[in-house]
């Protein structure tokens, strides 16, 4: 009966290769985040997906780039590993409204926790 | 731009104390949201409470309380008689028209037995 889900929870690879992160959610609901947890415990957004559609976009490099094949699932993608990419990541969902960006409560994945040696 | 400001970085009380997490926040809106979440040792994030910016109502939850005041933009949070059980990073965060959840910098309580 979990609610959010990530694969794998932990991720230890070097850098330069790729690697993806999944996420799904059977809340029902319609908007999927992805934020990044740095070392010293800061969380920051990355992404949203309102049903798909990409909500926000936040300043991050061009090697993440998150995938909605459906709106219960957003993965995460990211090309060519840097040290500095070795972060707790969480995915979460929240209700919303179809078609539009969202204030309701985000509900968390137990994260992933990626380490670049 | 909006911002939250937890500046207690770490406290630490013996069990059955009392405890306040301090939480101010800065938004130009007057329609915002202010959440809670509890960050166990585990990792996981925990939603506790979600409150909205014209409901000023204190809010008690068994041994959580949560104190929203507008007029110095803070929305503390209290537990009372702690347990060992409530050691963990503890967030606040906003949300307002720009739809991204701000996060403050956490609070690492410590409740020793």
């Known amino acids: 009966d979990t609610a959010v889900s990530q694969t794998p929870k932990y991720l230890v690879t070097q850098m330069g290769n790729d690697k993806s992160i999944k996420c799904e959610q059977n809340?029902?609901?319609?908007?999927m985040y992805w934020y990044k947890q740095d070392s010293k415990k800061f969380l920051k957004i990355m992404f949203s997906?309102?049903?798909?559609?990409?909500?926000i976009n936040e300043t991050v490099p061009n090697r993440f780039s998150p995938k909605s094949p459906d709106k219960a699932h957003l993965n995460l993608h990211i090309n060519s590993l840097e040290l500095g990419d070795s972060a707790v990541y969480f995915c979460?969902?929240?209700?919303?409204?179809?078609?539009?960006?969202?204030?309701?409560?985000?509900?968390f994945g137990p994260g992933t926790r990626l380490t670049v040696l | 731009a909006q911002k939250v400001t937890q500046a207690q970085t770490e406290i630490s009380v013996v069990e059955k104390e009392d405890v306040t997490l301090d939480c101010v926040y800065e938004t130009r809106d007057t329609t915002y949201y202010l959440f809670w979440y509890k960050q166990p040792p585990s990792g996981e994030l925990v939603f506790l409470i979600r409150r909205n910016s014209f409901d000023e109502q204190n809010e008690i939850s068994g041994r959580y309380s949560w104190n929203f005041q507008k007029s110095t933009s803070s929305f503390n949070f209290t537990i009372t008689a702690s347990q060992v059980v409530d050691s963990a990073v503890y967030f606040c965060a906003l949300i307002d028209s720009s739809y991204k959840l701000i996060f403050g910098s956490g609070t690492r309580l410590l409740v020793r037995p």
């Open positions: 979460a969902s929240s209700p919303g409204l179809a078609g539009g960006a969202s204030t309701d409560t985000q509900y």
């Open positions: 997906y309102n049903n798909k559609e990409l909500i």
């Open positions: 809340l029902g609901h319609d908007t």
